[in-house]
């Protein structure tokens, strides 16, 4: 299973990032597909979740301002990222959960700063 994330970047508060996640050696659609984060000297916490129907859960500190989306035709995910504020920085790690197995990609950074 490989999992490939893309998108990162340094960008000013209040700017927006898009994340994608492409998935392959899996059957995608089976996953529930999430993308977590990790800032240095903190735990990795989840930031979003989208199950196989397409439900989605989010961090309280992103609702309203990140949206997670699929394509189970193409094997992607992505995280929309809007209004980004300085305590967003950190690694976005893509995730895909079925039952026991976890899957992680390598990382992207996102650095919010002027």
């Known amino acids: 299973v490989h999992l490939v994330e893309s998108g990162g970047g340094l960008v000013q508060p209040g700017g927006s990032l898009r994340l994608s996640c492409l998935a392959s050696e899996l059957t995608f659609s089976m996953y529930t597909m999430g993308w977590y984060r990790q800032a240095p000297g903190k735990q990795r916490e989840m930031v979003a979740q989208i199950t196989r129907g397409g439900s989605t859960n989010y961090a309280d500190s992103v609702k309203g301002r990140f949206t997670i989306a699929r394509d189970n035709a193409k094997n992607t995910v992505n995280l929309q990222m809007n209004s980004l504020k300085p305590e967003d920085t950190a690694v976005y790690y893509c995730?895909?959960?079925?039952?026991?197995?976890?899957?992680w990609g390598q990382g992207t950074q996102v650095t919010v700063s002027s």
């Open positions: 995730n895909a959960h079925f039952v026991r197995l976890d899957y």
